[in-house]
């Protein structure tokens, strides 16, 4: 069984809980049951769906599409670890944009305000002309400036948090006194 290391701060942040982001899912999951009503209707009764119908295969595509675009966005969370290894942050089902930061590698750390939009061009994992970001909503976040620009080409990530002074103050407690 691996080691694994049990993180001395954990947050996890929904898109869910992002205003703009529950409308997208809305309207999304109103897709879906407007599909799912169409697919019925063509495929069980006979009764072609719209003006110009697609196929058959066609509108199983879309509905698949569309439902699994849906559920993917439901369950997609940001999480931010702080441990005695360093910090790690991933989106949960997108395993392949986990990134690890090594204390040693970090020269300062600021909470700062930003805006999701203009600064980093929305939500999620960016890279921007400030860094790299990887946020889900708010306007809070901890700006790390790394040595040596290692991870990124500016050498700053952000992390945006809920509680951003208290990710923060955890990373500050691991760092090596300079």
């Known amino acids: 069984m691996p080691y694994t290391e049990v993180p001395f701060y954990k947050e996890v942040q929904r898109f ?3 205003k703009i982001m529950l409308a997208v899912l809305i309207l999304l999951g109103l897709g879906v049951l407007f599909l799912a009503y169409g697919l019925i209707r063509q495929l069980f009764f006979g009764q072609v769906f719209g003006n110009q119908p697609m196929s058959n295969s066609g509108l199983i595509f879309m509905f698949l599409f569309v439902a699994l675009l849906f559920f993917w966005l439901v369950q997609l969370r940001l999480v931010t670890q702080v441990t005695t290894e360093g910090i790690s942050i991933h989106f949960s089902s997108l ?4 990134r690890k930061v090594q204390y040693e590698d970090i020269q300062t750390i600021e909470v ?7 600064d980093h061009g929305g939500w999620g994992w960016r890279i921007g002309k400030f860094g790299k970001a990887y946020t889900v909503y708010g306007n809070q976040a901890v700006k790390i400036t790394l040595q040596g620009h290692k991870l990124t080409l500016s050498g700053v990530i952000f992390i945006g948090s809920q509680s951003a002074s208290e990710l923060a103050s955890a990373i500050k407690k691991n760092l090596a006194p300079s």
């Open 16 to 18: 869910t809980d992002n």
């Open 112 to 118: 700062v305000s930003y805006n999701g939009l203009t």
């Open 95 to 98: 395993s392949r944009f986990k």
